[in-house]
């Protein structure tokens, strides 16, 4: 589904993802885990096309994608939950989650927005409550929600278990899953590196801007390097 070659982008003259190739097949949940600054946020704007590339090819469902604008790739299929949430605080969570069906037609927003209320029942009793008064977890329900208001094939989660207590990191990793169920393909950026092993079908781990160890998640897991670096055992 999605193909990523020897990508690189930089930050004015700083290069900081120095040839990136990796891919994710329909129906994965493909997991990228590294230290702080090693690029994988960076590799997901590159996906969604806010961060342009400066050189190497992106794919998505056979097309080549990387010259295309970030708006044209939403409504190719592919939605991103940005780290940090960044819900729109003042707005209603009904009017985040319309903004994200942004680029469907009028038709399809009662759909979309019936099946992210069944999915996030939480954010369906609370509709009209400004997105700044929620809890966190609640945040990051909404940001999905808003993700998946624009019907994406491929779903790029970047952090989402940031600044949550465990019971709620249990929670959304069901979440995750259910949507993986779904037949919905997920690439997944964490620094909670067990969490993400935990339920991604592959992992690749990244440092300084290049892929150094890639492979189905319990090979990742099982590997010395990965286990004293990232899970601290
Ligand atoms: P984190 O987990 O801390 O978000 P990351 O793996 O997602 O880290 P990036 O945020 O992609 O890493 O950052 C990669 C490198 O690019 C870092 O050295 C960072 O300081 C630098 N960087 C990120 N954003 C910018 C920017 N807007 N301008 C300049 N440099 C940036």
Redesign the pocket.
């Known amino acids: 589904m999605l193909s990523i070659e020897n990508v690189k982008s930089a930050?004015?003259r700083?290069e900081?993802?120095h040839g990136v190739t990796l891919h994710v097949d329909a129906g994965e949940i493909v997991t990228l885990i590294?230290?702080?600054?090693?690029?994988?946020?960076?590799?997901?704007?590159a996906i969604s096309g806010v961060q342009p590339i400066t050189d190497g090819a992106i794919r998505f469902a056979g097309e080549r994608i990387e010259k295309r604008p970030a708006h044209k790739r939403v409504a190719f299929g592919i939605s991103q939950v940005p780290?940090g949430r960044q819900v729109f605080a003042p707005l209603s969570v009904m009017d985040n989650l319309k903004l994200g069906a942004w680029s469907c037609r009028d038709a399809d927003l009662e759909p979309a927005l019936a099946r992210v209320c069944a999915l996030f029942p939480m954010l369906d009793a609370i509709l009209e409550t400004p997105a700044g008064a929620l809890s966190g977890g609640q945040q990051q329900m909404l940001a999905i929600g808003r993700a998946l208001m624009a019907k994406p094939r491929l779903l790029l989660l970047?952090?989402p278990s940031m600044g949550l207590a465990p019971n709620l990191v249990d929670q959304l990793l069901t979440v995750i899953r259910a949507l993986r169920d779904d037949s919905l393909t997920i690439l997944l950026?964490e620094?909670n590196a067990r969490a993400a092993l935990a339920i991604a079908d592959r992992a690749y781990v990244?440092e300084t801007?290049r892929v150094t160890l890639s492979g189905p998640a319990a090979e990742i897991q099982a590997d010395r390097r990965v286990r004293e670096a990232y899970l601290g055992i």
Do not use: S
């Open positions: 930050y004015g700083i900081v993802l590294g230290a702080n600054g090693a690029g994988k946020t960076t590799l997901m704007h780290e970047d952090e950026v620094q990244l801007g």
